[in-house]
């Protein structure tokens, strides 16, 4: 048994209020407010940091000198969510690219991904995120259209369970029939790198759709038709419909903190989920620790162009210190808001008896000094 006293506890629905967290086989088993009474185990003093449930991203390529795409095994894969961990990033979605049908390649690549799923202790693996590839050509990175055979994405969602999550335009040929077969097969498809109009917006939610990826990137705005009728582009549409949830880079690079601000005004803390979408520059470079967001691809040098990406814990400062939003909205949008789009609400993403015991704890300038993931201790530099 270990408790946490002595903390700030950030808890979205209940705001920021001192007290402690206790828990005990890798689940929280009490948390209260000011003092504890009787104290048994470990006990570790937070001398006033803030502490939250643990951050989730989902939607991160790599970073730290790794790459999800070329984790060749089950430990390759658990050593990339640790090295996420220690910034308190207690569970993972690993994003690929370019993966459309069921090959014996990606049978075998799966395989150690849906067997570390199986973990039950430590950083979790929260199923794969397909980015794609089935995007019109002006709005795919690469810029190649790719339309999807939804008989074979049913064969491959089917053989391959880890995958949880795909990024698909819904105007593409086959988008609607594709959503279609990833819901039922219980696989998220949020709209992205497209440019559907209202009505497939709304036929995409009437079959399912929940989430938009990457608010205002690989996306359009209004638009005016052959009569210069304008009508609402992918954001503004994901701005009407209460239903979408929307993924925000909010790093202050992509959108500046006033849109953030805007995005929050909107949307609110329990319709945004905030993600790194960050990369490892050059997987040779194995080693080099910084993570990298992609910038844009230039025809000039036939290459993309990469920013340092912003790990979470400095994507919380951004909203709160520059885009001036709540700390508990803003810790909302990396615990709780996905835990819920993750069908993980009765588990993740809270302070609360019974809740895995993903931890994060952390100063005023959002350095992680404490990480819990279900149970195990990953960095503790409160001894
Ligand atoms: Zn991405």
């Known amino acids: 048994m270990t408790m946490l006293k002595n903390a700030r506890l950030v808890c979205p629905d209940k705001g920021v209020f001192s007290g402690f967290v206790e828990w005990d086989k890798g689940k929280i088993i009490h948390v209260g407010e000011g003092e504890p009474e009787a104290v048994q185990g ?17 939607h991160m390529h790599g970073g730290f000198g790794f790459d999800f795409g070329s984790c060749k095994d089950a430990d390759e894969l658990r050593e990339a969510l640790w090295l996420n961990a220690l910034d308190g990033v207690t569970g993972v979605m690993p994003t690929h690219s370019g993966v459309e049908r069921l090959t014996d390649e990606v049978a075998e690549k ?3 991904y849906n067997e570390v799923m199986k973990d039950e202790t430590g950083p979790e693996l929260l ?3 397909l980015e794609g590839p089935f995007f019109p050509a002006e709005l795919a990175p690469g810029g190649i259209e790719k339309i999807p ?11 391959v369970p880890c995958i949880k999550r795909m990024t698909i335009a819904p105007e593409i040929p086959n988008g609607l029939e594709t959503i279609s077969v990833l819901e039922d097969h219980g696989v998220t498809a949020s709209l992205g790198h497209g440019a559907p109009d209202s009505r497939t917006v709304r036929e995409a939610i009437a079959r399912g759709s929940r989430q ?14 052959a009569e210069s009728v304008r009508h609402p582009g992918l954001i503004e549409l994901a701005y009407l419909y209460d239903e979408l949830a929307v993924e925000l880079i909010a790093n202050g690079k992509h959108l500046d903190s006033d ?19 960050s990369h490892a520059r050059d997987i040779s470079l194995r080693g080099d620790k910084t993570q990298y967001v992609l910038k844009k691809w230039s025809e000039a040098d036939g290459k993309y162009h990469f920013n340092p990406a912003m790990p979470i814990p400095e994507m919380l400062r951004v909203m709160v210190k520059e885009a001036q939003i709540p700390l508990a909205d803003a810790v909302k949008t990396v615990t709780a808001t996905p835990a819920r789009l993750l069908h993980m ?3 993740k993403g809270k302070l609360a008896p019974g809740y895995d015991a993903d931890i994060a704890a952390w100063d005023e300038d959002f350095q992680v000094k404490l990480s819990v993931a279900r149970g195990k201790e990953i960095v503790n530099q409160l001894k």
């Open 42 to 58: 470990e006990v570790i003093d937070a001398g006033g940091l803030f502490v939250s449930a643990g951050f989730l991203d989902m």
């Open 110 to 112: 799966y395989a150690f």
């Open 127 to 129: 199923g794969v995120h």
């Open 149 to 159: 055979d939804p008989t074979a994405v049913k064969e491959l969602v089917e053989a």
């Open 212 to 225: 938009v990826t990457h608010l205002y990137s690989g996306m359009k705005g209004v638009y005016r038709d």
């Open 259 to 277: 849109l953030i601000r805007l995005v929050f005004r909107i949307k609110g803390p329990d319709g945004i989920f905030v993600v790194t979408d």
């Open 345 to 347: 609400e009765n588990r």
